[in-house]
């Protein structure tokens, strides 16, 4: 168990006392740390030493000047915050010091009230900097094992096609010729298919960060998706001796979204419901409309989901273990694209899933609202379907 994180820390340097213990007393009671000091020496010591989260400053000190101190305190960490105390003659030399760095001032005298709220404020912009410096750090890391993953999801598939290609290259044309021949030939377009897949969700992946995914908007029927999508499958799942099933309301289910999208996300979901089912088992997709939403379950008998890994089922590349499961290829993608896609209109997606049973993903989204018709417009179909119903 992690220990609880310490409270924040701030660092008052002032040359009068009585102001050094009242920003202290302020601080402490606010659930703050606090360390004071009387000169600029001793309180950059204390700040390369403490590593503060915020520094509040006197401009005006014997010694090593406020200004200096603002200068030499971003020397050590740029992200610290820092506010300047300054009298009434010197608001000039305030404003001098936020240009060199400081976030803030204060004008003497100031009030409890008037310290708590810089002092909050200045802490949540140092929040959020450091959350987008943590931001930026995962997203150069993320970029480095995308690499990493790219160079080596290529390199296998194509280093299997050179090696069948030059098998048959070198292939007796005696005897069964013909027949290994079409196996090495299915082989490579085994791997060809593989890396189809695996282009395509990343040019899905590109346009789902780029923000292009979505071409439009429109009342989409779901019920005239979905079961197209398992037809598709159908050859699929015979081999596997798996049933396809969907139970859809007459009515239709309609929604508001991209039909491209849609079919991506419900071709994901089924697609992994076949791949990681059992022989003998089952796929059932259920439909249905409830409170302003349609809901569709995508539940499969298939090897189940250990807990442990669920948490991250719908990150970037993750591909859960299993060890009563066959190996499957893919990219890990898909779930992290369906989610994007589900988020994007609005809706969640979330697992069921029991080891050795199967799992149910529950996608819920917006059911589509007819558009409120503005007085004397016509009704112009072709312009409702096209509305932006975001």
Excluded at 80 to 91: D, E, F, Q, R, W
Excluded at 100 to 115: I, M, Q, T
Aim: proline residues 5%.
């Amino acid at each position: 168990m992690s220990e609880p994180a310490l409270p924040e820390m701030v660092v008052v340097i002032d040359d009068d006392y009585a102001m050094r213990l009242s920003c202290g007393k302020i601080l402490t009671k606010m659930g703050l740390r606090a360390e004071t000091f009387e000169d600029g020496a001793r309180g950059l010591d204390g700040v390369g030493t403490a590593r503060p989260d915020m520094v509040i400053v006197d401009l005006k000190m014997p010694g090593i000047s406020g200004m200096e101190v603002v200068t030499r305190v971003h020397e050590i960490d740029p992200q610290i915050v820092i506010v300047v105390i300054t009298g009434y003659a010197t608001i000039d030399t305030a404003v001098q010091a936020m240009k060199c760095g400081a976030y803030d001032f204060l004008p003497k005298p100031f009030s409890p009230d008037e310290l708590r709220l810089i002092v909050n404020r200045g802490l949540e912009r140092r929040r959020l900097a450091l959350e987008a410096q943590r931001h930026e750090v995962e997203q150069s890391m993320l970029k480095r094992r995308f690499v990493t993953f790219v160079s080596h999801q290529l390199r296998t598939p194509l280093v299997a096609i050179h090696q069948y290609l030059d098998v048959l290259k070198h292939l007796d044309p005696t005897g069964d010729a013909p027949a290994r021949r079409q196996e090495w030939l299915d082989r490579c377009l085994t791997r060809i298919e593989e890396l189809q897949n695996l282009i395509n969700d990343w040019l899905t992946l590109a346009r789902v960060e780029g923000g292009t995914l979505f071409k439009e908007r429109v009342k989409v029927d779901l019920t005239g998706i979905i079961p197209g999508i398992l037809k598709t499958y159908e050859q699929t799942a015979a081999e596997g001796n798996i049933s396809l099933e969907a139970h859809m309301p007459d009515g239709g289910l309609f929604v508001c979204g991209d039909r491209n999208c849609l079919t991506v996300l419900f071709d994901n979901l089924i697609t992994n419901a076949i791949k990681y089912n059992k022989p003998g088992g089952g796929v059932t997709v259920s439909g249905s409309q409830s409170r302003g939403e349609v809901v569709i379950a995508v539940a499969d008998t298939g090897v189940g989901i250990p807990e442990k890994y669920r948490p991250f089922l719908f990150e970037e590349f993750f591909r859960a273990k299993n060890d009563g499961a066959k190996k499957t290829a893919g990219t890990g993608l898909g779930l992290h694209i369906s989610r994007k896609i589900v988020a994007e209109m609005g809706g969640t997606i979330n697992v069921e899933s029991e080891v050795g049973a199967g799992s149910t993903f529950c996608v819920r989204l917006p059911a589509w609202r007819e558009p409120d018709k503005a007085i004397g417009s016509q009704n112009d179909v072709g312009q409702e379907a096209s509305i932006d119903c975001r």
